[in-house]
């Protein structure tokens, strides 16, 4: 359904409301994440008024294929958009719609969000703004809904005004307002807009305390939504200061490989025990896994004998200790099961290793046969030419190589003799024939690794 109020000529736009649309950060291009409701309907009106003219201007709406008037809200954002002379761009996404709602770890609300944000995500370039139409009521809602779900201080500090997103930024600069104003302004100005026919839908937890519990604390506490926003902020500022700590402290705990001293960490009390392992944990861009009983990690990881091995597990990596520091260990792929031919002038991709059999120097000299494996036990190498040869394992053992890098270190091996020779070992060791300007053996291999 089409809501119209009065009409209103472009001139009586407040103020108030025009303020933190005109001043934006730079950017390059403007984008107005239009969903065809009143918020973002009005959000692209004012950005229409104050800066179609600079033709860095547009909105992009992502059509979720979900509720029966779907086709229509993307009708009604291309006729806006025509209207108002605003290019759109239509994104249509498949949501999986198995989940129901109500639910406390995702449901389709919660599905349509991630494919929606991914849209965004993926769409911005450099220096490019998308703006959303949240506003104080969003915010208030979000709190809450967070507080009930049992978030800590950086999810209680709500949603923020800006951050980063892909490769642009996320500005919302209608946090300001509550719904009932900018309500009353799209009235008064006279905007069309469509209702999602899902927001009264109360199986959803975010409708339910949109349309039974907010509108009962509001009545009791009239300035709810700025006392939230208040609490929103505070708890922000908590988290900027519990980050700037845990970068202090890691820069006390961490070694060169960005692993935590266990004995560093034990000086610590539990509250910045974990908080720096859980910024640690943002560091590597993973999220930090939902415990109840953090004390109990905690004392396990720092204090359990040094023969046992404990672990933390999150999704997608492992925290574990390994003589006396902890290390963040993200999940990879199996690697190959059988060994590989390095190729003269061909990249062989080897897990997270890349690894090339390169000419060098000015000899014509064949291409050695070199084949790439894992361990399978009792290889032995000859790190010093000289010196006599050793024991593989033991070579890792005494640099100090945690096993779960030694099970995933790529093995150069060459014939010699019927015998397969190990010539390298991951980028910790290349005999020498293969290395430098002019190699001796007039070939020279290359061996990198992708970061965590
Ligand atoms: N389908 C859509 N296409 C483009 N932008 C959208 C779409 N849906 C929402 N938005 C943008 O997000 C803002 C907030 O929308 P809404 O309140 O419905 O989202 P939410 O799910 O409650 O919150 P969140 O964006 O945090 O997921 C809208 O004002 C609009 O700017």
Same mark, same amino acid.
């Given at each position: 359904?089409?809501?119209?109020?009065?009409?209103?000529?472009? !001139?009586?736009?407040?103020?108030?409301?025009?303020?933190?649309?005109?001043?934006?950060?730079?950017?390059?291009?403007?984008?107005?994440?239009?969903?065809?409701?009143?918020?973002?309907?009005?959000?692209?009106?004012?950005?229409?008024?104050?800066?179609?003219?600079?033709?860095?201007?547009?909105?992009?709406?992502?059509?979720?294929?979900?509720?029966?008037?779907?086709?229509?809200? *993307?009708?009604?954002?291309?006729?806006?958009?025509?209207?108002?002379?605003?290019?759109?761009?239509?994104?249509?996404?498949?949501?999986?719609?198995?989940?129901?709602?109500?639910?406390?770890?995702?449901?389709?609300? #919660?599905?349509?969000?991630?494919?929606?944000?991914? +849209?965004?995500?993926?769409?911005?370039?450099? #220096?490019?703004?998308?703006?959303?139409?949240?506003?104080? @009521?969003?915010?208030?809602?979000? +709190?809450?809904?967070?507080?009930?779900?049992?978030?800590?201080?950086?999810?209680?500090?709500?949603?923020?005004?800006?951050?980063?997103?892909?490769?642009?930024?996320?500005?919302?600069?209608?946090? =300001?307002?509550?719904?009932?104003?900018?309500? !009353?302004?799209?009235?008064?100005?006279?905007?069309?807009?469509? *209702?999602?026919?899902?927001?009264?839908?109360?199986?959803?937890?975010?409708?339910?305390?949109?349309?039974?519990?907010?509108?009962?604390?509001?009545?009791?506490?009239?300035?709810?939504?700025?006392?939230?926003?208040?609490?929103?902020?505070?708890?922000?500022?908590?988290?900027?200061?519990?980050?700037?700590?845990?970068?202090?402290?890691?820069?006390?705990?961490?070694? *060169?490989?960005?692993?935590?001293?266990?004995?560093?960490?034990?000086?610590?009390?539990?509250?910045?025990?974990?908080?720096?392992?859980?910024?640690?944990?943002?560091?590597?861009?993973? +999220?930090?896994? !939902?415990?109840?009983?953090?004390?109990?990690?905690?004392?396990?990881?720092?204090?359990?004998?040094?023969?046992?091995?404990?672990?933390?597990?999150?999704?997608?990596?492992?925290?574990?200790?390994?003589?006396?520091?902890?290390?963040?260990?993200?999940?990879?792929?199996?690697?190959?099961? @059988?060994?590989?031919?390095?190729?003269?002038?061909?990249?062989? +991709?080897?897990?997270?290793?890349?690894?090339?059999?390169?000419?060098?120097?000015?000899?014509?000299?064949?291409?050695?046969?070199?084949?790439?494996?894992?361990?399978?036990?009792?290889?032995?190498?000859?790190?010093?030419?000289?010196?006599?040869?050793?024991?593989?394992?033991?070579?890792?053992?005494?640099?100090?190589?945690?096993?779960?890098?030694?099970?995933?270190?790529?093995?150069?091996?060459?014939?010699?003799?019927?015998?397969?020779?190990?010539? =390298?070992?991951?980028?910790?060791?290349?005999?020498?024939?293969?290395?430098?300007?002019?190699?001796?053996?007039?070939?020279?291999?290359?061996?990198?690794?992708?970061?965590?």
């Amino acid at each position: 359904m089409t809501r119209a109020g009065n009409s209103g000529s472009a !001139s009586d736009w407040p103020e108030a409301l025009c303020a933190p649309v005109r001043n934006l950060p730079p950017c390059s291009r403007l984008r107005i994440a239009l969903s065809g409701g009143m918020d973002s309907v009005l959000l692209l009106h004012v950005a229409a008024r104050l800066h179609a003219g600079s033709g860095r201007l547009s909105a992009v709406h992502v059509n979720h294929q979900l509720q029966p008037n779907a086709d229509q809200t *993307e009708r009604f954002c291309q006729q806006v958009c025509g209207e108002l002379g605003v290019p759109l761009d239509i994104r249509r996404v498949v949501v999986n719609s198995r989940q129901g709602a109500g639910s406390d770890t995702g449901g389709i609300e #919660e599905s349509a969000r991630h494919a929606r944000y991914q +849209v965004f995500e993926d769409l911005l370039e450099p #220096e490019e703004l998308l703006l959303m139409a949240h506003h104080g @009521d969003d915010q208030a809602e979000t +709190v809450l809904f967070r507080l009930l779900r049992g978030t800590g201080v950086a999810g209680l500090g709500g949603m923020p005004e800006s951050r980063p997103l892909g490769k642009g930024r996320l500005y919302r600069p209608l946090l =300001g307002f509550g719904r009932s104003e900018l309500r !009353s302004w799209a009235t008064e100005m006279g905007i069309h807009w469509v *209702e999602d026919p899902s927001n009264t839908d109360e199986r959803f937890d975010r409708n339910f305390l949109r349309q039974s519990i907010m509108p009962r604390l509001k009545a009791r506490w009239p300035s709810l939504v700025s006392r939230i926003g208040h609490t929103a902020r505070s708890c922000r500022e908590g988290d900027e200061l519990a980050g700037a700590l845990a970068r202090i402290r890691f820069q006390q705990c961490a070694n *060169e490989r960005e692993a935590l001293s266990v004995e560093r960490l034990g000086q610590l009390g539990f509250a910045e025990q974990k908080n720096l392992i859980r910024w640690w944990i943002i560091r590597y861009h993973h +999220v930090p896994p !939902s415990i109840s009983d953090w004390s109990r990690v905690m004392a396990d990881l720092v204090n359990a004998p040094e023969d046992r091995e404990p672990e933390l597990r999150g999704e997608g990596y492992t925290v574990r200790r390994y003589r006396g520091y902890l290390y963040l260990v993200a999940d990879r792929p199996p690697l190959p099961s @059988d060994n590989a031919p390095l190729i003269p002038g061909r990249e062989l +991709v080897w897990g997270e290793w890349r690894l090339q059999l390169v000419p060098a120097g000015n000899s014509e000299m064949p291409a050695p046969a070199i084949r790439i494996s894992t361990r399978v036990g009792g290889e032995r190498l000859r790190p010093d030419p000289k010196g006599p040869s050793k024991s593989l394992k033991n070579w890792l053992q005494e640099k100090g190589i945690p096993p779960w890098e030694r099970a995933r270190l790529p093995l150069l091996l060459e014939a010699e003799n019927g015998n397969q020779e190990v010539i =390298g070992a991951g980028d910790l060791w290349l005999a020498g024939q293969y290395c430098g300007e002019a190699p001796a053996s007039g070939w020279r291999i290359v061996v990198e690794r992708e970061c965590n």
